[in-house]
């Protein structure tokens, strides 16, 4: 018999009733032994007053507190919390999931050390479906949760189906505390949320890591309960379902901020096989000569180079001086060492100079794109494709640089 314990890993912001239904599965259908760190993100819906209680009749419970005057985020508190946690291994795990029985056991039995194991996610119809995941409604709200439905159907799927595992990573997942913590954790570049997990599942394949997900263990995930859609979800007279109101402001101006650091720091978008297994294009030290470019135009491409160097003279000295104000709050990058003059020859492995005013929809995506082709068809010299001159002076790679942070 395992007798590993797990630490779950809960930051919630306002999510009182999320996180009391999925504590309540977790004691019912997993034990008494594992223990469950919580983290109140500045909430104002009693979270941290029912948090308290709890500790008075759970000593398996630990809790934390941000006293805001703003929220951290989960980037910043999944940390805060694996710090505390006392066993050896520990599991990201969301306010709105709710734990089948032998979940534990399931990912317990496939997690080594050098390895990440993820449970397989069951979700009512909120979001596009996908091999990774099954779709099945067994509500949209704690209220109307049909637990006796979702218990019967994980039985029988579980009595009928072969492949044990596959190859791919989501939330909820676990992980030896000392492998997490060997390369730093979350990134904090993306605090206070988006993006900062498909960063560190970039890092743990580079790190050699094996991800592995179980079609054994379950949960049963309600989705986006937290900045993206606070209101919840609600059910139409005809029975579909839908988020209540689009994303909040918050987590789409957050959304696009963690999106373009992602860029800045990998050189390319978020990328990942079917199963969620992520693919990692190498990195390159790229520097962008560019010619023509207004405000509006750097802020489209500053991000997909290491360096970019203009002719930022008389109001365009201005205009590059007051994008720098506006977007440096934005990223740890120091935009005022990426920004240069064209009278500086670039250092860069490889540059590309190019005319920023002939930039359309369809050439920009080979700057989109520049990763893969320099890996399929750069080599040492100079070439031309569309409107782009490029000069490579060297083909190394540095994305192995990127495993542990900063």
């Not at 240069?340 to 190019?354: K, L, T």
Request: proline content about 5%; charged content about 30%; some cysteine.
């Amino acid at each position: 018999m395992d007798d590993r314990k797990i630490s779950f890993i809960q930051p919630s912001r306002n999510n009182k009733k999320y996180l009391e239904w999925s504590y309540k599965s977790i004691r019912r259908n997993l034990g008494p032994d594992h223990e469950i760190c919580w983290a109140d993100d500045f909430s104002d819906d009693g979270t941290w007053e029912w948090m308290n209680s709890v500790c008075l009749l759970d000593p398996n419970v630990k809790i934390h507190r941000n006293e805001g005057p703003t929220r951290l985020g989960h980037t910043i508190l999944y940390d805060t919390l694996v710090d505390m946690a006392t066993n050896d291994i520990v599991m990201i795990y969301h306010a709105d999931m709710y734990a089948c029985p032998n979940m534990d056991v399931e990912v317990l039995k496939h997690l080594e050390r050098g390895t990440v194991v993820s449970a397989t996610r069951i979700e009512p119809p909120l979001h596009p479906k996908g091999p990774e995941k099954i779709i099945e409604d067994f509500g949209i709200e704690p209220e109307e949760f049909s637990e006796h439905g979702l218990l019967q159907f994980v039985s029988n799927y579980v009595a009928t189906r072969e492949d044990e595992t596959t190859n791919g990573i989501f939330a909820p997942w676990a992980i030896y505390k000392d492998d997490f913590v060997s390369i730093g954790g979350h990134d904090p570049l993306y605090a206070p949320q988006s993006k900062e997990d498909s960063d560190i599942f970039n890092r743990f394949v580079l790190a050699g890591y094996e991800l592995k997900q179980t079609w054994k263990g379950f949960v049963y995930h309600m989705t986006c309960r937290g900045s993206r859609f606070a209101d919840g979800a609600v059910r139409n007279p005809n029975g579909q379902v839908f988020m209540k109101n689009r994303e909040t402001d918050e987590w789409l101006a957050q959304n696009q901020r963690s999106t373009r650091n992602f860029v800045r720091k990998w050189g390319h978008m978020v990328k990942h096989d079917e199963l969620l297994h992520p693919i990692v294009p190498p990195k390159y030290d790229v520097g962008f000569v560019v010619e023509n470019c207004n405000n509006n135009l750097l802020k489209e491409i500053e991000p997909w180079c290491s360096d970019i160097y203009g002719d930022w003279v008389g109001h365009k000295g201005f205009g590059i001086n007051d994008y720098v104000k506006k977007e440096q709050p934005n990223t740890r990058f120091d935009l005022q060492q990426k920004i240069h003059s064209d009278h500086i020859e670039p250092e860069n492995d490889v540059v590309v100079r190019f005319d920023a005013s002939k930039l359309n929809q369809d050439n920009f995506q080979i700057l989109v794109n520049l990763s893969e082709i320099l890996q399929e068809s750069g080599e040492v010299g100079e070439m031309e494709l569309e409107i782009f001159k490029f000069e490579i002076k060297s083909l190394k790679t540095y994305e192995k640089d990127l495993i542990n942070v900063v």
